[in-house]
Nanobody, 114 residues
Framework: QVQLLESGGGLVQAGGSLRLSCAAS????????ISWYRQSPGMSREMVAD???????YYLNSVRGRFTISRDSAKNTVYLQMDSLKPEDTAVYYC????????WGQGTQVTVSS
């Protein structure tokens, strides 16, 4: 049974930082691609960052240079370090794993005040 549990969201002022965590069970994060998505009210869910099994990373253009995805194999956890946050980064952030279907975590709210 695959389970993903996000944490680390909160309220931060513009220019601040947060680190999101995605603790996984049922899969080995270092053997799989794990993604971070976000969804704002009235908007479609969009992929923010992705890390492959080989360690390659992908970033949405609007977050490249400000967000960093990484993983800790010992903790079986994927992180999203978010720096220089902007009000437009406000959203619910989800981690995801896709095999024959996509598994989502419950999400964690990030709110950036101006």
């Amino acid at each position: 049974q695959v389970q993903l549990l996000e944490s680390g969201g909160g309220l931060v002022q513009a220019g601040g930082s947060l680190r999101l965590s995605c603790a996984a069970s049922g899969i080995v994060v270092s053997d799989n691609a794990i993604s971070w998505y976000r969804q704002s009210p009235g908007m479609s869910r969009e992929m923010v960052a992705d890390i492959t099994a080989g360690g390659s990373t992908y970033y949405l253009n609007s977050v490249r240079g400000r967000f960093t995805i990484s993983r800790d194999s010992a903790k079986n956890t994927v992180y999203l370090q978010m720096d220089s946050l902007k009000p437009e980064d406000t959203a619910v952030y989800y981690c995801a794993f896709q095999s024959w279907r996509i598994y989502w975590g419950q999400g964690t709210q990030v709110t950036v005040s101006s």
